[in-house]
T-cell receptor, first 114, second 114 residues
Framework: AQSVSQHNHHVILSEAASLELGCNYS??????LFWYVQYPGQHLQLLLK??????LVKGIKGFEAEFIKSKFSFNLRKPSVQWSDTAEYFC????????????FGPGTRLSVLP | GAGVSQTPSNKVTEKGKYVELRCDPI?????LYWYRQSLGQGPEFLIY????????DSGLPNDRFFAVRPEGSVSTLKIQRTERGDSAVYLC????????????FGQGTRLTVV
């Protein structure tokens, strides 16, 4: 079955550390890829998205992600995290050939220590 | 409205009762999604509407769950004979046209079945 996996359940970093959160999906064909963030007590918000073109996409708040088709991956990165980045991060895939819903990974909880 | 609105924000009901959860999407968005999120997990797809019709209801867990979107705008998720296992946050999202467009999420309705 099609699925989205995220490598880490909980990541703990100190401020100014670099971040990379892994995301892999099992869909073939054309996919649209997303990273959503959920800050404590808030709703899901879009960080960035990939539809086509440059595989390195930049999002809000200094986040970026790289689509590597051969690896079925869409890892999220940020060079220097802040305490305010503490949140739950979800990778999601949307693929026309597999219905039109968004399939989410299980999420990675990021805790940034001040 | 400016964003996706869900009501109520919290609902406590007794086992066996019927509940309705409402979603008011962003104006002009033809696609509407319902998801369910349990603690520590990613959103789980329930149903997707394109306009008034349910384009994909493969995520509904059983026939106690039903959703409608009669005029292609507001949607209601209906749960009959609620069970304690139905307790979760129910999320609604809308997007401009489905695949290839990002989804905007509401705050969710926290359903607790006691």
């Amino acid at each position: 079955a099609q699925s989205v996996s995220q490598h880490n359940h909980h990541v703990i970093l100190s401020e100014a550390a670099s971040l990379e959160l892994g995301c892999n999906y099992s869909y073939g064909g054309t996919v649209n890829l997303f990273w959503y963030v959920q800050y404590p007590g808030q709703h899901l918000q879009l960080l960035l998205k990939y539809f086509s073109g440059d595989p390195l996409v930049k999002g809000i708040k200094g986040f970026e992600a790289e689509f590597i088709k051969s690896k079925f991956s869409f890892n999220l990165r940020k060079p220097s995290v802040q305490w305010s980045d503490t949140a739950e991060y979800f990778c999601a895939v949307n693929a026309r050939n597999y219905g039109q819903n968004f399939v989410f990974g299980p999420g990675t909880r990021l805790s940034v220590l001040p | 409205g400016a964003g996706v609105s869900q009501t109520p924000s919290n609902k406590v009901t007794e086992k066996g009762k019927y509940v309705e959860l409402r979603c008011d999407p962003i104006s002009g968005h033809t696609a509407l999604y319902w998801y369910r999120q349990s603690l520590g997990q990613g959103p789980e797809f329930l149903i997707y509407f394109q306009g008034t019709g349910a384009a994909d209801d493969s995520g509904l867990p059983n026939d106690r769950f039903f959703a409608v979107r009669p005029e292609g705008s507001v949607s209601t998720l209906k749960i009959q004979r609620t069970e304690r296992g139905d307790s979760a946050v129910y999320l609604c999202a809308s997007s401009l046209s489905g695949t290839g467009t990002e989804a905007f999420f509401g705050q969710g309705t926290r359903l607790t079945v006691v």
